[in-house]
């Protein structure tokens, strides 16, 4: 009794370093996120970074991340799941280095490339190392205080962003994520006991190749199209090597001993449907967001603290009231959850149709973001433990990885293509404004400055003061009318997400996974693994 005591001790003060090192990896990259996000407009000022640019800074991490999410969790089944954590950790930390210290806008996008790449590895690790350091009897209490605090550190990640930013630089972001990557793998080593990999398992490094160049090359071409022109050779042979790898992808996929995307899982309508919800629903939510995020700070004239804030406020709203809704999905099926929180999404979002160069972030914003915080809340649940439900119960740890992969590939897309959406409705819009105005066009080489950033409102340097009084205004004008499109298109996918989920999902007769507490979603990033008690699993179903 006297001689356990003190190992008992132990044993709860190493699972409580194991938490927090868990805890702060998943901020870490919630975090990172949103930050950088709002950091967006002050990196575009300091590097001379257009559009394309700051579009590829959020999309070069969702893109590492998408393609490579069901890669780390593989590595971590096969190396063990410390070593993997501690890596990609690391690595994180490294390539946070690597953005703070960026003298361009391409070395910043190849840290975050970097930094997503790291990433995937860090994600899948989290939940299956909780799982592992905690007993049956404190497992579902250490999740619930790991979901809180990271979800907690999610919502002030914006808000922390925009109070580095005001006070010091957007390069503070990267420097702030230094020592908490450098805690955590502190933590990991000295908390964590060495695991072993698990034996039979492999990594389908072939399918990940073919992944990254099958989403990369669609999203280059979308991105860079419109600047570089949709006849430039370069950006059209990105689109045939992405298309072609895409087609060798899923045949690979068909035989290959492990695919990262098994095709039998496809085949279960169930699973497909949400699946296909995810995609189209997390593109119009996060492009939303990013969009909106910039149009705020370039267009309005607000400052990244407020702008953060805005960002904010949908997760507030889903921490608050995530969990309820998961109660009534569970006792009324998640169908109606889905689809009703996609168009309730869809509908916040097309209340930005009101935003004009002269909207405030409390009017129009303000109710948009709460009502598309509100119809987030009510989906999250339902679908997460949807996805997994709709799976048999060995697969539900890759079907949260896929859910998760699917999750993020719609984001970047959706950001790509909203992009060009954005683009061409400037370009048509100055050019009718300068008409209506009576202004005579700028040299091209101003007007293609002016189209670098179609979401803002200050006219390129180079022209006199005053043609710069005369375009102010119109530029206001174009960047409003682009964004207003932009948000249209994003409610219109929110409203088709909630169709797709209405006509093609059922709830399964019975439901393997409690929504009310099924975690491994797209917001966390977890994954439940194969072979590591599930979450959220009903008394009497199998593990996972």
């Excluded at 049956?136 to 990640?157: Q, T």
């Excluded at 450098?182 to 080593?189: F, N, P």
């Excluded at 035989?255 to 949400?274: N, T």
Aim: charged letters at 10%; proline letters at 6%.
């Amino acid at each position: 009794m006297t001689s356990g005591a003190p190992r008992q001790r132990t044993a709860r003060r190493q699972a409580g370093l194991v938490l927090s090192a868990c805890v702060l990896a998943s901020s870490l990259v919630g975090m990172d996120s949103l930050m950088t996000t709002v950091a967006l407009p002050a990196i575009a000022a300091d590097l001379d970074a257009g559009m394309a640019v700051q579009q590829w800074i959020v999309a070069a991490f969702l893109l590492a991340v998408g393609s490579l999410i069901l890669v780390g969790g593989a590595l971590g089944d096969v190396y063990g799941r410390r070593l993997v954590f501690a890596v990609g950790t690391a690595g994180f930390g490294a390539a946070a280095l690597v953005c703070a210290l960026a003298p361009s806008a391409g070395v910043l996008v190849v840290g975050r490339l970097a930094q997503g790449a790291a990433a995937a590895l860090l994600l899948p690790s989290v939940l299956a190392v909780i799982t592992g350091a905690f007993d049956e009897a404190g497992r579902s209490r250490a999740i619930a205080r790991w979901s809180a605090w990271s979800g907690l550190s999610v919502i002030a990640g914006p808000v922390v962003g925009g109070l580095l930013i005001d006070a010091l630089s957007w390069r503070a972001v990267y420097w702030l994520e230094l020592p908490c990557a450098a805690v955590v793998v502190a933590l990991i080593l000295r908390a964590t006991p060495p695991g072993d990999g698990t034996a039979g398992a492999s990594v389908d490094l072939a399918g990940a190749a073919l992944a990254v160049p099958a989403v990369g090359g669609p999203v280059f071409y979308l991105i860079q199209a419109p600047h570089a022109g949709w006849g430039d050779p370069l950006t059209l042979a990105a689109l045939v090597v992405g298309v072609a790898s895409l087609v060798a992808f899923l045949v690979w996929e068909r035989r290959a001993r492990d695919p990262l995307l098994p095709p039998a899982l496809f085949r279960i309508r169930a699973f497909a449907a949400i699946n296909a919800t995810t995609f189209v629903l997390y593109g119009a939510l996060i492009s939303c967001g990013t969009y909106t995020i910039l149009f705020l700070q370039e267009n309005l004239g607000y400052g990244p603290a407020p702008a953060g804030i805005a960002g904010a406020v949908p997760i507030m709203v889903l921490f608050v009231l995530s969990g309820r809704f998961g109660a009534l999905a569970d006792r009324y099926g998640g169908r109606p959850f889905i689809a009703g929180g996609s168009l309730l999404a869809g509908l916040g979002m097309l209340l930005l149709l009101r935003a004009d160069a002269g909207t405030s972030l409390w009017t129009v914003v303000l109710p948009s973001v709460l009502v598309h915080g509100l119809g987030l809340a009510m989906l999250v649940a339902p679908l997460t433990s949807g996805v997994m439900s709709a799976a048999p119960a060995d697969r539900a740890g890759v079907a949260s990885g896929i859910n998760n992969a699917i999750a993020r590939i719609g984001s970047m897309m959706a950001i790509a293509v909203l992009g060009v959406v954005i683009s061409v409705r400037f370009s048509a819009g100055l050019d009718d404004g300068l008409a209506r105005a009576g202004i005579d066009a700028p040299a091209d080489a101003v007007m293609d400055t002016a189209r670098e950033r179609p979401l803002s409102d200050e006219p390129p340097a180079a022209l006199p003061a005053a043609e710069r009084a005369a375009l102010e205004p119109v530029l206001a004008d174009a960047s409003a009318s682009a964004f207003r499109t932009g948000a249209g298109v994003a409610g219109g996918l929110a409203v088709l997400a909630g169709a797709v989920a209405w006509v093609g999902y059922r709830d399964p007769k019975a439901a393997a996974y409690d929504a009310a507490g099924t975690l491994g979603c797209p917001l966390t990033g977890a994954r439940d693994h194969v072979g590591a008690p599930p979450i959220g699993s009903r008394a009497g179903q199998p593990a996972a």
